[in-house]
């Protein structure tokens, strides 16, 4: 119990007290004026004799008068007691509810504070799929103000068409209580200038007092940059896989030209220049030369086989 309302307690219980006894002194006073009156009106014995012998029938009346003045201060120091004590224990919770009020004003504005300022977006739908809440982050992933989102139907404004359905059935069940929150989930958004951007969602629900979901509330992050990233990762990776594939390759198909090259060059020196064989080994020896250079190419690609720059003469490959 505070301090209010232990003076309270003492200021209501001397009042109390002083009712009553005003009660009684109202009968007492009652008493002498009726003991007066007979003595006057009707000249019956003395006044004290009245006062302190009266007749058994006035007895009785009298006394209860007095009891019945001092029941009446009893109930008026009762009910004012009452009054007092729910007017102070108001006044005192209106205090203290003042004072409460400033630490919690400055939360709830420390709050507003970090969701404006916050690297995520915030969105907050209700149950008929129109946008509630959403931070200053969500408007310049949106592009748009919040005057053109809030309000606005979430998945007829801002979700690609092929994806309506799947992410409306997803809030639906949300909102019905029928699955549970998933960490993550990822969908494409549409900004108001039509652009698509990939957010990476963390949901939960908000209750009202009995229980009852009223909307979804969603922080999100931008990783459309993540995912051109990874999405550049995976084809340098794939053309990484192509070009190891393709070294070994020209590797096992220069093991093959080189003996080719090799006999053919061997069978061009054991026969007569005159026969005419030499022009058909000269056509062996020219499509191999031309095999290996295009090996050399492969492997330069492949980066297995050192590069260097050298003079070209064009006429030749137009030729060909």
């Given at each position: 119990m505070t301090k209010h309302h232990l003076h309270a307690k003492d200021d209501i219980g001397?009042?109390?007290?002083?009712?009553?006894?005003?009660?009684?002194?109202?009968g007492v006073l009652y008493w002498m004026v009726e003991s007066a009156a007979h003595v006057i009106f009707l000249n019956d014995r003395t006044f004290f004799g009245q006062l302190l012998r009266p007749d058994t029938n006035e007895w009785w009346l009298r006394l209860?008068?007095?009891v019945m003045f001092a029941g009446f201060g009893k109930c008026a120091s009762v009910m004012l007691a009452r009054r007092r004590r729910i007017e102070?224990?108001?006044e005192t919770s209106q205090k203290e509810l003042g004072i409460n009020k400033a630490p919690l004003r400055s939360?709830?504005?420390?709050?507003?504070?970090?969701l404006e300022l916050a690297g995520a977006i915030f969105v907050a739908l209700d149950q008929n799929e129109r946008v509630t809440l959403v931070n200053r982050k969500g408007c310049e992933i949106l592009e748009a103000g919040p005057d053109d989102i809030l309000g606005k139907n979430w998945f007829d404004h801002f979700i690609p068409e092929e994806f309506r359905e799947q992410v409306r059935t997803v809030?639906?069940?949300?909102?019905?209580?029928?699955i549970h929150p998933v960490e993550f989930y990822e969908n494409e958004i549409l900004t108001s200038k039509g652009e698509r951007k990939t957010i990476q969602w963390h949901n939960t629900v908000l209750r009202d007092n009995s229980g009852r979901i009223v909307q979804v509330l969603s922080s999100g992050e931008?990783?459309?940059?993540?995912?051109?990233l990874e999405s550049q990762i995976r084809r340098a990776?794939?053309?990484?896989?192509?070009?190891?594939?393709?070294?070994?390759?020209a590797h096992d198909f220069n093991n093959i030209l080189t003996p080719i090259l090799i006999q053919s060059q061997l069978a061009k020196l054991s026969i007569d220049s005159d026969n005419p064989v030499q022009g058909n080994l000269d056509e062996v020896?020219?499509?191999?030369?031309?095999?290996?250079?295009?090996?050399?190419?492969?492997?330069?690609?492949c980066r297995q086989s050192e590069s260097g720059r050298h003079r070209l003469t064009v006429a030749p490959i137009i030729k060909e």
């Open positions: 001397g009042l109390s007290d002083r009712l009553v006894y005003v009660g009684i002194a109202l209860t008068v007095v102070t224990i108001a939360i709830m504005d420390n709050a507003a504070t970090y809030f639906e069940k949300l909102m019905a209580g029928d931008d990783i459309t940059e993540k995912r051109r990776q794939k053309m990484e896989a192509i070009g190891t594939l393709a070294g070994g390759i020896i020219l499509a191999a030369q031309r095999a290996r250079d295009l090996v050399k190419q492969i492997l330069t690609f």
